[in-house]
């Protein structure tokens, strides 16, 4: 069976100063990596949660970002589970391919060379999933 680890989770925040105080000092958890995306809009912060798990923190950047949209609709909170997987373009058809609905057509790359892409929630019960596959 292929690889499926859960890699993170991510929360939206309106002030991710605050967010991260609250996981830094309030519960002690390291910060792993702090990075701008531009491309998205946001500020991410990802919480070391033990091992390779992280608690990923989102800000948007800009009022018209997809996230702060998400954020002035649904308000603060967990926005997305993320899977590891071996072959997200596999994973994508065989989603696409039982009917799932997908937001990307195809995968995005992070500066690290990490390919993801999103799940839309109203074909999984609610939950978006962030696919992730990670460069060798």
């Known amino acids: 069976m292929a690889k499926r680890l859960l890699d993170h989770v991510g929360i939206v925040t309106a002030d991710i100063s605050t967010a991260v105080r609250f996981w830094r000092d309030g519960l002690e958890m390291g910060v792993k990596m ?4 531009d491309e998205e809009a946001v500020d991410i912060v990802f919480i070391d949660a033990g091992g390779d798990r992280t608690i990923e923190l989102i800000a ?3 009022e018209d970002s997809g996230i702060a949209k998400y954020l002035n609709k649904k308000g603060q909170g967990q926005h997305h589970v993320c899977i590891e997987v071996d072959d997200i373009e596999a994973v994508m058809a065989r989603l696409t391919a039982q009917g799932f609905e997908l937001i990307n057509e195809a995968p995005r790359r992070r ?3 990490t390919l993801y892409a999103f799940t839309h929630p109203k074909s999984t019960g609610g939950v978006m999933v962030e696919l992730y596959q990670k460069p060798e």
């Open 34 to 37: 702090e990075e701008r995306n």
């Open 60 to 62: 948007p950047t800009t």
């Open 111 to 113: 500066h690290d060379g």
